[in-house]
C-alpha cells in the first residue's frame, strides 16, 4: 500500500507540540528548538496549522498563516527524515491549499529544499528579512 494512503492529515493541537519539538530537533532548526515556548505559541497561534500522522505517530507538520483570500504563508514545513521522499510534504501543502483555493501560498526555503519547492512547481522570488535586534 502506497504510504499517503495510510496518512491522516488534521488541524495541529496542543498535544502534538512534543512530536513537533523533537522533529525541530532532529532537523536541527536550533532557533525553534532554542525558543521552545515561543515557538509552542507560534505553533497555538497559527491559523494554518497542520499535522501528518502515521499509525497514531506525528510524521510530518506545516505552520503557516492565512487571510484567506490573498495569501498563505507557510513558515514551517518538515517531515521525519526517514520518511522523506513518499509525498508527505506534497499532501501537507496540498491539504492547506485546498482549506483556502483562493490564495496564493508562499513559503521560504533553504538552499538545501529549495530544489524540493522547485520540483513542486513553485517558483522563487526574492525577499527579505530581519529581527528586531538586528
Given at each position: 500500500m502506497e504510504l499517503r494512503k495510510t496518512i491522516t492529515?488534521?488541524?495541529y493541537?496542543?498535544?502534538?507540540?512534543?512530536?513537533?519539538?523533537?522533529?525541530?530537533k532532529t532537523e536541527g532548526w536550533s532557533n525553534l528548538v532554542e525558543k521552545h515556548e515561543d515557538t509552542k505559541q507560534a505553533?497555538?497561534?497559527?491559523?494554518?496549522a497542520f499535522i501528518a500522522e502515521k499509525d497514531g505517530?506525528?510524521?510530518?507538520c506545516l505552520r503557516g498563516l492565512?487571510?484567506?483570500h490573498i495569501t498563505l504563508y507557510v513558515a514551517?514545513?518538515?517531515?521525519?527524515?526517514?520518511?522523506?521522499?513518499?509525498?508527505?510534504?506534497k499532501e501537507l501543502l496540498a491539504?492547506?491549499?485546498?482549506?483556502?483555493?483562493?490564495?496564493?501560498?508562499?513559503?521560504?526555503?533553504?538552499?538545501t529544499?529549495?530544489?524540493?519547492?522547485?520540483?513542486?512547481?513553485?517558483?522563487p522570488f526574492y525577499g527579505f528579512r530581519k529581527t528586531i535586534s538586528e
Open positions: 492529515i488534521r488541524r493541537e496542543e498535544r502534538d507540540f512534543p512530536a513537533i519539538h523533537a522533529l525541530n505553533w497555538g497561534h497559527s491559523n494554518a505517530g506525528l510524521v510530518g492565512t487571510d484567506g514551517e514545513l518538515i517531515v521525519d527524515k526517514k520518511l522523506r521522499g513518499n509525498g508527505i510534504g491539504y492547506a491549499h485546498t482549506l483556502y483555493p483562493k490564495t496564493r501560498l508562499e513559503l521560504l526555503a533553504s538552499s529544499s529549495s530544489s524540493y519547492y522547485e520540483l513542486q512547481g513553485y517558483r
